[in-house]
């Protein structure tokens, strides 16, 4: 299956990761400014587990995407 003939739901799935995905770069790259770096320790560390979760849900959105 090529991705121009994807169904509407799968669309929206490929859609999804690709939105996910740069949300994601954004995250990654924010730690590595002042402002992070000035947060208090337990936004820092919500930001972490948020990272890891988006990252687990990227990992997801791909093997979904996998099967079609």
């Given amino acids: 299956m090529t991705m121009s003939s994807l169904l509407p739901h799968q669309q929206r799935v490929v859609d999804e990761l690709a939105d996910l995905s740069e949300k994601?770069?954004?995250?990654?790259?924010?730690?590595?400014?002042e402002i992070?770096?000035?947060m208090?320790?337990?936004?820092?560390?919500l930001l972490l587990r948020q990272h890891s979760a988006m990252f687990?849900?990227?990992?997801?959105?791909?093997?979904r995407i996998s099967l079609f």
């Fill in 24 to 33: 994601l770069d954004k995250l990654t790259a924010f730690f590595n400014t």
């Fill in 36 to 38: 992070f770096k000035g």
């Fill in 40 to 45: 208090r320790l337990a936004e820092r560390s």
């Fill in 56 to 63: 687990q849900y990227v990992e997801i959105l791909k093997e």
